[in-house]
């Protein structure tokens, strides 16, 4: 189980991905599980963060672990109220069985980090072994690391607690891919993701302050400002979206879902180099060709998302 390789995306947490990659090493299918992801929210201003807009974007619907359970019946089951010691227990119950166990922990104590033994930040890492020593063996998605050790030591500091699998009960049923993508249609459109994306656009185009972005980033860095995660997690959860098309596309062998997919995978690109757009604007202040273009961007992507939900009404 140490060699399990996890699939990275940007939507995908240090939660998700190492229950998603494990599924996909095991064979099984998990695909459905982004079926309802699809979807954009433009909050309120963050008092704490004023004319900044970053704060106030929210991915969509970050509800794999519902649909895990729903559609392949995936129990993903929490344990906190419990000591380090029966934390411990868990794991090395579940490893011998060969399952992984995430736990909750910080990456003051996470080696494979550059915040190891510098900064207090809230983590999950994905147990896969356990050695002689009592020590872990962890994988993670973010930051990216296929094998370290953590030190029993540092497991006894920091954990909380922890996520066990079981796949014991796990089924693939047939479904109406109909109902199952309008649903996630209208779930989006009742959420109204699509006017929020384009209040978002407008609230760009009108009102896009560099230096309330910045001071929502750690240190000023660019890198670190809430704009920019959060649109590459909305190109990720696009990617995801596309994923979910493709599958029906292939399973129900279906030429105009594969080709939407192929459509919404191109929506994901424009996030992405938009995402890369407003970085090196962040960088670049003078450039104002820069923002002009990534405003059009936009204005083309939230056009091309609201056409999208009306095609995929009419299948």
């Known amino acids: 189980?140490?060699?399990?390789?996890?699939?990275?995306?940007?939507?995908l947490n240090c939660i998700s991905s190492p229950i998603i990659s494990f599924m996909a090493w095991k064979g099984l299918e998990y695909r459905l599980a982004f079926s309802?992801?699809?979807?954009?929210?433009?909050?309120d201003e963050d008092q704490a963060y004023p004319g900044a807009l970053g704060p106030r974007i929210e991915e969509g619907f970050n509800n794999i672990f519902e649909c895990l359970s729903y559609f392949?019946?995936?129990?993903?089951?929490?344990?906190?109220?419990?000591?380090?010691?029966?934390?411990?227990?868990?794991?090395?119950?579940?490893?011998?069985?060969?399952?992984?166990?995430?736990?909750?922990?910080?990456?003051?104590?996470?080696?494979?980090?550059?915040?190891f033994k510098k900064v207090h930040l809230n983590h999950s890492c994905t147990v896969v072994d356990l050695d002689k020593e009592r020590n872990l063996f962890c994988i993670d998605s973010a930051p990216p690391c296929?094998?370290?050790?953590?030190?029993?030591?540092?497991?006894?500091?920091?954990?909380t607690g922890c996520l066990t699998i079981n796949l014991d009960k796990y089924k693939d049923s047939e479904i109406d891919w109909r109902v199952i993508l309008h649903n996630a249609v209208n779930r989006a459109n009742k959420n109204e993701a699509f006017s929020s994306l384009d209040r978002f656009v407008n609230s760009f185009k009108s009102s896009f302050d560099l230096e309330a972005e910045l001071k929502?980033?750690?240190?000023?860095?660019?890198?670190n400002a809430h704009i920019i995660w959060r649109l590459l997690r909305i190109s990720g959860g696009r990617t995801l979206?596309?994923?979910?098309?493709?599958?029906?596309?292939?399973?129900?062998?279906?030429?105009?879902?594969?080709?939407f997919s192929?459509?919404?995978?191109?929506?994901?690109?424009?996030?992405?180099?938009?995402?890369?757009?407003?970085?090196?604007?962040?960088?670049?202040?003078?450039?104002?060709?820069?923002?002009n273009r990534i405003s059009n961007n936009f204005s083309i992507i939230?056009?091309?998302?609201?056409?999208?939900?009306?095609?995929?009404?009419?299948l």
């Open 1 to 11: 189980m140490r060699n399990f390789p996890l699939i990275f995306n940007s939507e």
């Open 36 to 43: 309802y992801i699809w979807g954009f929210s433009f909050n």
């Open 72 to 115: 392949y019946n995936v129990e993903i089951n929490r344990h906190y109220d419990i000591g380090t010691e029966e934390i411990y227990q868990l794991v090395k119950e579940e490893t011998s069985k060969g399952m992984p166990v995430i736990i909750f922990t910080d990456m003051y104590n996470c080696v494979w980090t550059n915040l």
């Open 146 to 159: 296929d094998g370290a050790i953590m030190k029993i030591e540092d497991f006894h500091e920091s954990c």
């Open 216 to 223: 929502t980033a750690h240190g000023n860095d660019p890198h």
């Open 241 to 259: 979206f596309s994923i979910f098309l493709e599958y029906l596309g292939e399973k129900y062998n279906n030429i105009e879902l594969l080709n």
């Open 262 to 291: 192929k459509e919404f995978k191109s929506i994901s690109d424009k996030w992405k180099i938009n995402h890369a757009l407003v970085l090196r604007y962040m960088k670049n202040p003078e450039n104002k060709d820069i923002l």
């Open 302 to 314: 939230s056009e091309s998302e609201a056409k999208m939900a009306d095609k995929l009404l009419k």
